[in-house]
């Protein structure tokens, strides 16, 4: 078959080879890191100089600027995950299993700093730092899931056979995040409902909006930064892994 | 800086624990990718010699 005769590739094509997916999403690295870093800066400006105290908060309102983006963060990067995971199940696609990953490491810090700015926001307006409820007791297992995830990551040697086991398990975890979202529906919880994203609109000023939205896509941003720079350092680490056995095998013949 | 309110500590210790978090997060991330970059460097000079 000639090159003119030869069937051109398609974009989701093209990236299955991860040598070419390294090649094409590098250069967005940098552009990446200055978005997320014009972002952070505006958010923080935003956070601390140019936003009201809540009339029920006050200035606890400020810890919402951070613990929403990481609460949002830890659902949507296991979203992420078990779009990863029925990419390696149904399609195989080689860079599916990759992206599972790399988002592991990633969704369970988000997840750890939802919990830790959650308490800390909790213990002046409820009074306590803890408390076993439907929203906080589901984000938690979501965290446990996240860790055990990564451990079965590092359990297996060959991560052709991990990515599959894992994307099943990470199928099955994915039942946990309608329970995160819903529970404050579903049971009555000391979490209050959903105020932002809501069928009737936000219930909260444009003042407060506009530094949780600025902080909400500079947290999204560094996750997709962190998480191409993820990528691209696991399709380094697969082809150590590759020289390797290739190395061994030749000292033995 | 402005008047935090009563509950200061609480605002200051979140946004700390988030700035360490996410700053070892990237240096974890960063350290991992030069590490990894250095043995694959070393493994194929070792492979082309």
Known sequence: MSIETAPKLNWWNRIANPGQFVIWTKPLLWPLVIVTAVLFVVGLYFAFFNSPQDYQMGDTVRIMYVHVPNAWLSQFVYGVMTVSAVGTLVWRHPMADVSMKAAAPLGALFTALALFTGSLWGRPTWGTFWEWDGRMTSTLVLLFIYLGLIALWRAFDDQLRAARVIAVFTLVGAINIPIIKFSVDWWSTLHQPASVFRADGPRMPGSILTPLFVMFFAFTFLFITLQLKAMHTEVKRRRVIGLQRRMAQGDRA | ?49
Request: hydrophobic letters at 60%; glycine letters at 12%.
């Open chain 2, 1 to 49: 800086m402005i008047d935090l309110g009563p509950h200061a500590v609480f605002i200051v210790w979140a946004y700390i624990g988030v700035a360490i978090g996410v700053a070892g997060l990237i240096g974890w991330t960063l350290y991992d990718a030069r590490t990894t970059a250095g043995k694959l460097a070393a493994l194929e000079a070792r492979r082309a010699a």
